[in-house]
């Protein structure tokens, strides 16, 4: 429908916290590829605005128009 919204990424995650986790929470949790995928997208943009827009347009009222 048009009034609920779930999500599972964190946008209130930026490149620092991701940079940090990457750095000390992942080497042994999670795969080596996919760490250094993360590690590669490191510092492009994110979508987290967007999203921030989506759950603002939610709480008040109106419908989610969905990521461009």
Request: aromatic letters at 4%.
């Given at each position: 429908?048009?009034?609920?919204?779930?999500?599972?990424?964190?946008?209130?995650?930026?490149?620092?916290?991701?940079?940090?986790?990457?750095?000390?929470?992942?080497?042994?949790?999670?795969?080596?590829?996919?760490?250094?995928?993360?590690?590669?997208?490191?510092?492009?943009?994110?979508?987290?605005?967007?999203?921030?827009?989506?759950f603002?347009?939610?709480?008040?009222?109106?419908?989610?128009?969905?990521?461009p």
């Amino acid at each position: 429908g048009d009034t609920v919204m779930t999500t599972q990424p964190h946008p209130e995650f930026n490149n620092d916290v991701v940079q940090g986790l990457l750095e000390h929470r992942a080497k042994g949790v999670v795969p080596n590829e996919l760490i250094a995928e993360a590690q590669s997208r490191i510092g492009q943009p994110t979508q987290a605005e967007t999203i921030a827009d989506m759950f603002a347009e939610i709480f008040n009222g109106q419908k989610a128009k969905g990521i461009p």
